[in-house]
């Protein structure tokens, strides 16, 4: 039996839960503002899907003034293609023979492809597979303060370079960090350090992308920046909020949910657990803030329960049968739990779309 979708102009009170929902003018909004901002200094926009996974809102992002789009994964990539987008940035180290072939693929039939790399082996790879064909464009990845993945040094950067302008059928594009938080001033360093040492080389630096949600509001202090990529900015989340780039009224994406159980006074249940809430819980000792209910604590989650400590709750306690709005901790995760992504504007139903890209982690 096939699941019972809302359809367009049902109310959120009759939306069968846990559920994923998108405020259509927040969502807007967002765009509006983030692509507003990086206008106005200048500075080009490449969102990252990876947050709504929906090639519609991704079409609002370019309609709003992106220049194209940043996907993590070649499955992902690929679902966007399909879709029609025509400059894509992958930013993951693409290995192996058979991820590699079809990352050739989409490169015959993308108008501008992009990749990262951070080491040799990754390099060799792609240069095996693109000694033919059309040349792949490749970007250094550096780590500027962030501690996952990247080149330490500016140094290492001109040397991947120096190997992948060296490689037939690669094209060395330029540099790419995603930075730590608070870390404007590492990045303008690091880039303004690699492109002197390349220039001494006679080696083009053309693309500098910076990236992150976190710091978006601060991409105009990175002036060697030639593109900025985002995310979580387009729905926002808890974590967006806590790190001070929107409030409670900028949050597009809410998880309703609703209490099944009320085995003690202080203890309620909800039916969204793991498999509707994300675990991640980024710093925060709960899972999740439960909109009008100040107090009130996600404490845990199992496969199809959260459990609520209402102990502290200041507000009037829900009964069994209440449907309540969860901000999650972290929306991107939750986007991928879900086969559809339901919208609505001011509590009414505007469109069920499928999230194009759900499970493309290859």
């Keep these: ?50 947050t709504h996974k929906i090639p519609a809102v991704a079409q609002q992002q370019i309609d709003a003034g992106a220049i194209g789009i940043n996907c993590q994964k070649v499955t992902e990539a690929e679902v966007f293609a399909d879709a029609g987008f025509d400059d894509i940035l992958i930013t993951y180290n693409v290995l192996g023979a058979a991820r590699v072939a079809r990352l050739k693929a989409l490169n015959e039939r993308v108008a501008t492809l992009r990749v990262v790399a951070d080491n040799p ?16 464009e490749v970007l250094v ?7 996952r993945c990247g080149v330490q040094t ?82 926002n989340d808890r974590s967006m909020v806590r790190a001070g780039e929107c409030t409670a009224d900028d949050l597009a994406m809410h998880v309703l949910a609703t209490v099944v159980s009320r085995p003690t006074p202080t203890r309620a249940v909800l039916d969204a657990g793991s498999k509707a809430l994300t675990s991640d819980l980024l710093g925060f000792a709960d899972h999740g803030e439960i909109v009008g209910l100040p107090g009130a604590r996600i404490v845990s989650l199992s496969e199809e329960h959260a459990v609520v400590d209402l102990t502290a709750c200041t507000a009037p306690l829900p009964e069994v049968g209440t449907q309540v709005r969860v901000i999650p901790n972290h929306t991107c995760v939750v986007t991928n739990l879900f086969d559809r992504m339901v919208f609505h504007r001011d509590g009414i139903v505007t469109r069920v779309i499928p999230v194009a890209a759900r499970g493309t982690v290859w």
């Design 154 to 235: 500016p140094e290492a950067a001109v040397a991947l370079a120096q190997l992948i302008n060296d490689a037939d059928g690669l094209r060395f594009a330029g540099v790419l960090t995603y930075p730590a938080v608070g870390g404007a001033a590492d990045v303008e360093a690091f880039l303004q350090t690699t492109m002197g040492l390349l220039a001494d080389l006679g080696i083009d630096c053309p693309v500098r992308s910076n990236g992150g949600s976190p710091d978006l509001f601060a991409a105009h202090m990175v002036p060697s920046a030639t593109e900025h990529r985002a995310g979580t900015y387009v729905y």
């Design 121 to 136: 082996t990754t390099i060799s790879g792609l240069a095996q597979a693109f000694s033919d064909g059309k040349p792949l």
């Design 1 to 50: 039996m096939d699941f019972p979708w809302p359809t367009v102009g049902t109310p959120l009170a009759d939306v069968l839960t846990p559920m994923p929902v998108i405020d259509e003018n927040r969502l807007a909004a967002n765009i509006a503002r983030a692509q507003d901002y990086l206008t106005a200094h200048g500075l080009p926009f490449r969102p990252h899907i990876k």
């Design 141 to 147: 990845e550096c780590d500027t303060g962030a501690g």
